[in-house]
C-alpha cells in the first residue's frame, strides 16, 4: 500500500494515529473497543473532510472521537461488556508496578460516565486546559469542572474499597 | 494572607494538580496547602492519579501495521458501530428467547442467582480447607515427592502452562502435596503445607473465562482465614487457620511466585 504524503490529509490524520490510539483507548473498556472507535472515528473525519476548517486538526479530530464515544455507548445498555484481550494485544512500555493496581485502577475508571470520563480524560491523556475541554465540548467551564470533580472523587471512592488490602509485589 | 488564601476554591485545586496554573498563582496555592492537610493530601492523590492514568494507556501511543489502510480506506470489518449493532442483535435474539421461554415451555430452569468466581471462591476455598486439611492419611493425591509430576498434572488440568507449585519453605510452610478437584465448576488445583507443629495451610487455584483481575480481598468464618484474588483468568485463594498477618504473607509469596 502507498502511504499518503505528509501533507495530505490523510498523512496528517496518518501522523496522528498513535496519539489518537491512545485517546481513544483510555476512553474504552478493552483494546478491541479501543481499534473499533479508533477505526470508526477516522472513517468519520474522513467522510467530513470538507468541514475541516483548516486550523487544529488534531483538537477537531479528537472532538468528533468524543462525540462518536459518548453516542455510541449510549445506545447500548449500561451493562459492562468485558473483554478479556489476548495477552499479545497489549503492549506494556511502561507498566505500573502491581498489576492488580493497574487493574483497579482500569475498574475504577470504567466505572465513570462517559461525560464524567471524557472530560478526565482530554485533561489527564490529551492534556487539555479546562477552557479547551469546554470548547472542545461546547459545554460551560463550570460544567467542565464538575464533571472532573466526580470523576476524581469516584475513582477515589472504588480505590479504597474497605476489605481490600493492596499488596505490592516485590522487586 | 489569609485573606487571599481564603479565595482558594476546589476548581484551584483541580488546576493545581492538572498543572494548569501560572508559577504566581501556584505560589498562592502552594501556601495554602501546607496550611490545609487535608487539601494537600487530596491534591498530591490527584496527582499520582494523573501519572497512573498516564502510565497506564501510555503503551497505547504506537502505529501499527494496519494504519495505513486505516486512513486509505481499506480498513478491517469489525467496527465499533458494528460491533453495537452485534451488541443489538444478541440482546435482541436473547430478548426473544426470554420472551419465547416465557409463553413456552420451560426448557431451561435458571439458577436464581449467579455468584461469579470472585464470590464463590472463598466459600470453596474454606470447603476444601475444611474437607482436606484434616486428613491424616490422605489429605493430598500427589504427595511432595512427586512435585514435579504435581506440577505438570495440574498445569495440564488447568492449562496452565509451566504451573509452577509455590515455594512457602522461607514462610516456614513445607509443601505436603496437591489435589485435582473441582473449583467454579471447572478443574482445580489444590496444594497443601504444612508447617513444623503441622499446621496445614491450603492454597486453591481455579480458572474462568468471566473472571476479572481484583486485588486481594480476605474472607473469615470462624477462626479460618482466606486470602483470595484473581489475576487474569485464574482465581487464587489461601486458607488457613494461621493468624491473618501470616496468611497475607503466603497470599503475597504466592501472587509473587505464580506467574502474572
Redesign the interface.
Known amino acids: 500500500?502507498?502511504?499518503?504524503g505528509q501533507d495530505t490529509f490523510?498523512?496528517q490524520?496518518?501522523a496522528l494515529?498513535?496519539?489518537l490510539?491512545?485517546y481513544s483507548?483510555?476512553l474504552t473498556r478493552s483494546d478491541?473497543?479501543?481499534e473499533?472507535?479508533?477505526?470508526?472515528c477516522?472513517?468519520k473525519v474522513?467522510a467530513r473532510r470538507g468541514q475541516w476548517r483548516g486550523l487544529n486538526l488534531r483538537g477537531w479530530v479528537l472532538t468528533i472521537m468524543t462525540n462518536?464515544y459518548r453516542n455510541?455507548r449510549r445506545?447500548?445498555?449500561r451493562a459492562p461488556?468485558?473483554e478479556?484481550d489476548n495477552a499479545e494485544d497489549?503492549?506494556?512500555?511502561?507498566?505500573?508496578p502491581d498489576?492488580?493496581?493497574?487493574?483497579?485502577?482500569?475498574?475504577a475508571?470504567n466505572s465513570l460516565s462517559e461525560e464524567n470520563r471524557s472530560v478526565?480524560?482530554l485533561?489527564?491523556?490529551e492534556g487539555y486546559?479546562?477552557q479547551e475541554v469546554a470548547t472542545a465540548l461546547d459545554i460551560p467551564i463550570g460544567t467542565v469542572?464538575s464533571r472532573?470533580?466526580r470523576a476524581?472523587q469516584r475513582?477515589?471512592e472504588r480505590m479504597k474499597a474497605d476489605?481490600?488490602?493492596?499488596?505490592r509485589?516485590?522487586k | 494572607m489569609n485573606e487571599i488564601n481564603q479565595t482558594v476554591t476546589e476548581a484551584d485545586l483541580h488546576a493545581y494538580a492538572d498543572g494548569q496554573l501560572p508559577d504566581q498563582a501556584r505560589g498562592r496555592i502552594e501556601a495554602w496547602l501546607s496550611d490545609n492537610p487535608d487539601d494537600a493530601a487530596r491534591v498530591a492523590e490527584w496527582t499520582a492519579r494523573n501519572a497512573d492514568i498516564r502510565s497506564l494507556f501510555a503503551a497505547y501511543e504506537k502505529s501499527t501495521d494496519a494504519d495505513i489502510g486505516l486512513v486509505t480506506g481499506r480498513r478491517q470489518p469489525a467496527s465499533w458501530s458494528k460491533r453495537l449493532a452485534t451488541m443489538a442483535a444478541i440482546i435482541a435474539i436473547f430478548g426473544l428467547g426470554a420472551l419465547s421461554g416465557h409463553y413456552g415451555p420451560t426448557l431451561f430452569e435458571r439458577p436464581d442467582l449467579q455468584l461469579t468466581e470472585l464470590e464463590t471462591l472463598p466459600n470453596e476455598a474454606r470447603n476444601a480447607f475444611l474437607v482436606y486439611a484434616g486428613e491424616v492419611r490422605h489429605p493430598v493425591e500427589v504427595f511432595a515427592n512427586e512435585e514435579a509430576h504435581l506440577a505438570t498434572w495440574l498445569g495440564k488440568r488447568l492449562a496452565v502452562q509451566d504451573l509452577k507449585v509455590p515455594n512457602l519453605q522461607e514462610l516456614g510452610f513445607k509443601l505436603v502435596g496437591g489435589r485435582l478437584l473441582p473449583v467454579d465448576g471447572g478443574p482445580g488445583a489444590m496444594f497443601m503445607y504444612e508447617d513444623q507443629a503441622g499446621e496445614r495451610l491450603t492454597v486453591l487455584v481455579g480458572r474462568n473465562a468471566d473472571n476479572r483481575s481484583t486485588s486481594f480481598r480476605f474472607a473469615s468464618s470462624g477462626n479460618i482465614e482466606t486470602f483470595y484474588w484473581i489475576d487474569g483468568e485464574l482465581g487464587y485463594a489461601v486458607t488457613g487457620e494461621v493468624s491473618r498477618d501470616v496468611l497475607r504473607k503466603v497470599a503475597e509469596e504466592c501472587y509473587r511466585q505464580f506467574p502474572s
Do not use: C, H, W
Open positions: 500500500m502507498k502511504t499518503p490523510e498523512g490524520i496518518l494515529l498513535p496519539s490510539r491512545r483507548r483510555s478491541a473497543d479501543g473499533d472507535l479508533l477505526q470508526d477516522v472513517e474522513l462518536l455510541g445506545q447500548t445498555d461488556f468485558v478479556l497489549t503492549v506494556s512500555v511502561d507498566p505500573a498489576p492488580l493496581e493497574r487493574s483497579r485502577l482500569e475498574d475508571l478526565l480524560m485533561v489527564v491523556i486546559t479546562y469542572m472532573l470533580s476524581r475513582i477515589g476489605n481490600v488490602i493492596t499488596l509485589r516485590p
